[in-house]
């Protein structure tokens, strides 16, 4: 298993209750204005600002080109529950929006703070709902075991390497923007990056 599982394509979005105007695209192939593809123009801060005057389709267009970025995160840490905690984040950041400033970091740094929160919040809730002295009665799936275990690992590491390897291989940043988003050099987040990542194969080889 390594980090290359957690960057899947991600093709279907979910209802998104509570949000301004978005629904499901047209059809279920590729979202066709991604983070990836829409990074190197103005749209994002142009969307942003208009949707900080109440303008919800802008909105809906800042949630269909954000939506793998931070479902991706929601699912590797909490699995089939991730489409609620998703909708979490995205109502979390509608309301939010006012108080939004960029400071030099891209929006996604932004959505991923909230997204952090509400995937703590609902691993907090599922600490304190999940019955402790039951043993399943028979082994997890394999691929939700390497998921899980992962998780466990990255949760492991020292708070700004747990940031690098969330922005850059979940959230899906380049390594100048997860130093904005961090606010460090480019060199940091290099060095921060190659230590997690040793980190993250030592503790995965004690899993073996």
């Given at each position: 298993?390594t980090?290359?599982?957690?960057d899947e394509p991600v093709?279907?979005?979910?209802?998104?209750?509570?949000?301004?105007?978005?629904?499901?695209?047209?059809?279920?192939?590729?979202?066709?204005?991604?983070?990836?593809?829409v990074?190197?123009?103005?749209?994002?801060p142009r969307?942003?600002?208009?949707a900080?005057e109440?303008?919800r389709?802008?909105f809906a267009?800042l949630?269909?080109i954000?939506?793998?970025?931070?479902?991706?995160?929601?699912?590797?840490?909490?699995g089939s529950?991730a489409e609620?905690?998703v909708?979490?984040?995205?109502?979390?950041?509608?309301?939010?929006l006012p108080r939004?400033?960029?400071?030099?970091?891209?929006f996604a740094?932004w959505?991923?703070?909230?997204?952090r929160?509400?995937?703590a919040?609902?691993?907090?809730?599922?600490k304190?709902t999940e019955?402790?002295?039951?043993?399943?009665?028979r082994?997890?799936?394999l691929?939700?075991?390497?998921r899980?275990?992962?998780?466990?690992?990255?949760?492991?590491?020292?708070?700004?390497?747990?940031?690098?390897i969330?922005l850059?291989?979940?959230?899906g940043l380049?390594?100048p923007?997860?130093a904005?988003?961090?606010g460090?050099s480019?060199?940091a987040v290099?060095?921060?990056?190659?230590?997690?990542l040793?980190?993250?194969?030592e503790?995965?080889?004690?899993q073996?």
């Amino acid at each position: 298993m390594t980090l290359a599982m957690v960057d899947e394509p991600v093709a279907r979005l979910p209802l998104a209750r509570n949000l301004p105007n978005i629904s499901r695209p047209r059809s279920e192939g590729k979202v066709e204005d991604t983070l990836a593809e829409v990074r190197d123009l103005d749209v994002v801060p142009r969307l942003v600002a208009r949707a900080q005057e109440g303008d919800r389709d802008a909105f809906a267009e800042l949630y269909r080109i954000h939506f793998g970025a931070v479902f991706r995160l929601a699912r590797f840490s909490l699995g089939s529950d991730a489409e609620d905690a998703v909708a979490d984040t995205f109502l979390r950041a509608w309301t939010g929006l006012p108080r939004y400033r960029s400071d030099g970091a891209p929006f996604a740094a932004w959505l991923y703070g909230i997204a952090r929160h509400v995937v703590a919040d609902e691993l907090a809730k599922r600490k304190r709902t999940e019955p402790r002295a039951d043993v399943p009665d028979r082994p997890i799936e394999l691929l939700e075991d390497d998921r899980l275990t992962m998780a466990a690992a990255i949760e492991r590491l020292p708070t700004e390497q747990r940031q690098v390897i969330e922005l850059k291989y979940l959230v899906g940043l380049r390594n100048p923007e997860v130093a904005a988003a961090l606010g460090v050099s480019v060199g940091a987040v290099n060095a921060k990056q190659w230590r997690a990542l040793a980190a993250l194969q030592e503790m995965l080889k004690e899993q073996r």
